[in-house]
């Protein structure tokens, strides 16, 4: 079967950094995306990676290692706006995306 | 510009009555979609459009029905409710089919009893 897993809660301090952790597990792989939904709001996308490595964007940085099947997203300087679920998905061999449950974060002054 | 609407913004339903959710986006976009987001659960994908007047079914589609009939437009109909599918609905639309970004919609919380 397909599979995302991901925390599903973080706290995290105003001004620190914060590492949210995916693996998974899917019937090929067509690239890896993050997006953030604040509580009552849309997804909204923040990220894709398709190929190994680091993809930095501002405060934003996501990581992909298609042989381990592992993303992380980084968050620097955290700000209290950061607080919000975020969500990893891969996109299969179907060119459909498999959705994690999302990781909450709590960014506490 | 508004992106994707989505009609009604919630709404509460009798169990065995008929409901349509509307979609429409002014992106132009080829591909639209519908999922469903419970508690605890990721994103599900319901229906699917790779393009107008073409549609698929995706990993939930029991009970729901869509169509495509331009190219803006994307409505999912539940021919008859039940209590399960209380939940929140996104549509998303997106250029073409594939890895690339999509774009949601507010959302319609529905809750059928």
């Known amino acids: 079967g397909q599979n995302i897993d991901q925390p599903t809660e973080m706290t995290a301090t105003e001004g620190a950094i914060v590492q949210i952790n995916c693996t998974y597990q899917t019937s090929g792989f067509n690239g890896l995306f993050w997006y953030q939904q604040h509580a009552g709001e849309a997804p909204t996308f923040l990220s894709y990676n398709v190929l190994d490595g680091l993809e930095e964007k501002g405060r934003f940085s996501s990581f992909l290692s298609r042989s381990k099947g592992y993303s992380y997203l980084l968050l620097k300087e955290l700000q209290m706006k950061d607080s919000a679920s975020y969500l990893c998905?891969?996109?299969?061999?179907?060119?459909?995306?498999?959705w994690g449950a999302g990781t909450k974060l709590i960014i506490k002054p | 510009i508004a992106g994707i609407t989505q009609a009604p913004t919630s709404q509460i339903l009798a169990a065995g009555r008929r409901m349509t959710l509307r979609c429409t986006q002014d992106?132009?976009?080829?591909?639209m979609y519908w999922y469903r987001q419970d508690l605890g659960l990721g994103l599900r994908l319901i229906h699917y459009s790779n393009t107008a007047g073409t549609t698929g079914k995706g990993e939930v589609p029991d009970g729901y029905s869509v169509s495509r009939a331009n190219t803006d437009d994307f409505p999912l109909t539940l021919a008859s409710a039940v209590p399960s599918q209380t939940s929140v609905y996104f549509c998303a639309s997106s250029d073409k089919m594939g890895p690339d970004t999509q774009y949601f919609g507010p959302g319609t919380r529905l809750t059928v009893l």
């Open positions: 992106m132009r976009h080829n591909a």
């Open positions: 998905a891969v996109m299969d061999s179907n060119y459909q995306l498999i």
